[in-house]
């Protein structure tokens, strides 16, 4: 099984079916607070729901698609992060996460992200991060801004989230290229 300390409190485990009813015991404990960010909490309303999810990741996993992986503080399952796509071809990988909101503003995210660029160099051999926040979520922006992500450009209504446009910042990091 996956599994990589990043801190002496962070650890991320792979996302594995047998982590749903935490998984989704958070997610319905954050609903509130994603809402806002995440267009998919109203389509996840019971366990087997997340568990789904967790048998398709997994199969992406396998497959060498995407890694999603969860982050625990301690012991305490507290967020998801982890590559949405992996474009082998091009060595690109395209980034996401969430955090449960008592554990936000700690820094926790951004050394996940960094580990998770470190897991892409070192494994997967990519090039290229990307990361797409919604302009307006300055605490998900912050991630990138403060790794040296450069922001390419702002994608004008890219998300709708519950009936409500967003327009997304498309940030990059270059990585150079195994020979």
């Not at 996956?2 to 792979?14: A, C, M, N, Y």
């Not at 698609?65 to 982050?71: E, F, G, P, R, S």
């Not at 998900?140 to 922001?151: D, M, N, T």
Request: proline share 3%; aromatic share 12%.
């Amino acid at each position: 099984m996956f599994s990589r300390q990043v801190t002496d409190q962070i650890t991320l485990r792979l996302a594995l079916p047998f982590y749903a009813e935490p998984l989704f015991r958070l997610t319905d404990e954050n609903r509130g607070y994603l809402r806002r960010w995440l267009p998919w909490l109203d389509a996840v309303t019971e366990v087997d729901q997340t568990r789904r999810f967790l048998v398709a990741q997994l199969d992406r996993f396998a497959k060498g698609d995407a890694l999603c992986v969860l982050i625990f503080w301690e012991h305490e399952l507290i967020g998801v992060a982890g590559f949405h796509t992996i474009d082998a071809t091009n060595q690109i990988g395209t980034i996401g996460y969430w955090l449960a909101e008592a554990f936000t503003g700690r820094g926790i995210m951004t050394h996940v992200v960094q580990s998770l660029i470190d897991v892409g160099q070192q494994y997967y051999w990519l090039q290229r991060f990307e990361i797409r926040c919604a302009v307006d979520n300055h605490a998900s922006r912050a991630i990138p801004e403060r790794l040296g992500f450069k922001l390419e450009g702002v994608l004008q209504r890219a998300e709708k989230i519950y009936g409500r446009w967003h327009d997304m910042a498309v940030y990059a990091l270059l990585r150079s290229p195994p020979r």
